[in-house]
C-alpha cells in the first residue's frame, strides 16, 4: 500500500488496524513516500497488479509504466476523478436540488472524487434556482474541521489551494464568478483555505478537467436540446458520476442511458 504522500497517517492507521485484525504483515505493507516511491513499485517486475485511486493523469502514467515493463501483463484497476455533472429540469423541486448541489459541490471542500463540479440548470428555472444555491453557499461555516459547526474545511496542501486560487481568479478576471464565499466573510488565515465559489460557464465542454476543491461550474440548457447537453457532456472524457433531479421518470431514464457513468443518481 502505497498512501498519497499528503495522508500518511491516516494510512498508517488503516494498515495498523488492518494487522490487528489479523492480516498477516507479510502480505499488507505500507510504504509512505511521494510519487518516486509509487514509480518504484509500479516498475518493479514483481508487481503483479496494481489498483490505483486519484487522479486520470497520473492513472495514464501507470499504465504506459506498466505497458512498458519487460514483464508479464499485469492489470490495471483505476479509479480516477470526475466532473461528476448534475442534470437538472424544470420540474425539480428547487428546495431539494439545492440541498444536493450544497453537501454534494462543497462539503468535503469539494474534495471527494464524486463531488459535484458541473451543474447544468434548465434555462426556464435557473435564476431562481442558482438564487437560493448561491443564498444556502452564503450561510457555510468554513473553518477548523475539528469543530463540529464546521461544514467546509480546508484543502489537502499548499499546491491543491494555490492551483485552485489561480483557477477562481482567472474566470473572476473575465467576469465569471457569480458567487464567492469571501466576499461575504472573511476566510480563516491560518490554513489552506479555498472560498466556495460559482462559476457560469457557456458549455459543458467548456469544463475539460477536474478542479478539485469547492467550486461548482454552472450551465443553462434550453428545452428541448437536453441531447445537445447530453452530447456535451460526454465528450468530456468523464464518467464517475452523475445525478438526475426531475420529476419524470422518462427523463431521468434516457439520460441515464445516454450517459455511461459509474454511479447515477436520481
Same mark, same amino acid.
Given at each position: 500500500a502505497k498512501p498519497a504522500e499528503q495522508t500518511p497517517l491516516i494510512a498508517a492507521e488503516a494498515v495498523r488496524i488492518?494487522? /490487528?485484525?489479523? #492480516?498477516?504483515?507479510?502480505a499488507l505493507q505500507l510504504l509512505p513516500g511521494d510519487g518516486k516511491v509509487g514509480a518504484a513499485l509500479v516498475a518493479d517486475r514483481r508487481v503483479a497488479g496494481v489498483a490505483f485511486t486519484g487522479s486520470t493523469?497520473?492513472?495514464r502514467a501507470i499504465n504506459r509504466a506498466l505497458a512498458a515493463?519487460?514483464?508479464?501483463?499485469?492489470?490495471?484497476?483505476a479509479e480516477t476523478g470526475g466532473?461528476?455533472?448534475?442534470?437538472? =429540469?424544470?420540474?425539480? +423541486?428547487?428546495? /431539494? #436540488?439545492?440541498? =444536493? #448541489?450544497?453537501? *454534494?459541490?462543497?462539503? *468535503?471542500?469539494? /474534495?471527494?472524487? *464524486?463531488?459535484l463540479r458541473l451543474l447544468c440548470l434548465q434555462e426556464d428555472v435557473a435564476e431562481p434556482v442558482l438564487d437560493m444555491i448561491a443564498g444556502a453557499a452564503r450561510a457555510l461555516s468554513v473553518g477548523d474541521p475539528r469543530e463540529l459547526s464546521t461544514q467546509v474545511g480546508p484543502v489537502i496542501d499548499a499546491e491543491a489551494k494555490d492551483? +485552485? =486560487?489561480?483557477?477562481?481568479?482567472?474566470?473572476d478576471g473575465a467576469g465569471r464568478v457569480r458567487f464567492r464565499w469571501d466576499r461575504f466573510k472573511p476566510l480563516p488565515t491560518a490554513g489552506f483555505y479555498v472560498p466556495p465559489t460559482i462559476i457560469p460557464l457557456d458549455r459543458a465542454r467548456d469544463l475539460r478537467e477536474e478542479v478539485f476543491g469547492p467550486i461548482l461550474h454552472v450551465v443553462r440548457w434550453h428545452a428541448g436540446r437536453l441531447d445537445a447537453l447530453l452530447d456535451d457532456i460526454a465528450g468530456n472524457g468523464y464518467g464517475l458520476t452523475l445525478g438526475i433531479h426531475s420529476r419524470i421518470d422518462a427523463t431521468a431514464a434516457h439520460i441515464a442511458e445516454r450517459l455511461a457513468n459509474g454511479n447515477v443518481y436520481v
Open positions: 488492518l494487522h /490487528q485484525a489479523g #492480516v498477516p504483515t507479510g493523469e497520473v492513472a515493463k519487460d514483464a508479464p501483463i499485469v492489470p490495471l484497476i466532473i461528476n455533472p448534475m442534470i437538472v =429540469d424544470a420540474t425539480a +423541486l428547487p428546495e /431539494q #436540488v439545492t440541498d =444536493d #448541489v450544497i453537501a *454534494s459541490a462543497f462539503r *468535503s471542500a469539494g /474534495q471527494r472524487c *464524486s463531488a492551483k +485552485l =486560487d489561480r483557477w477562481i481568479a482567472d474566470h
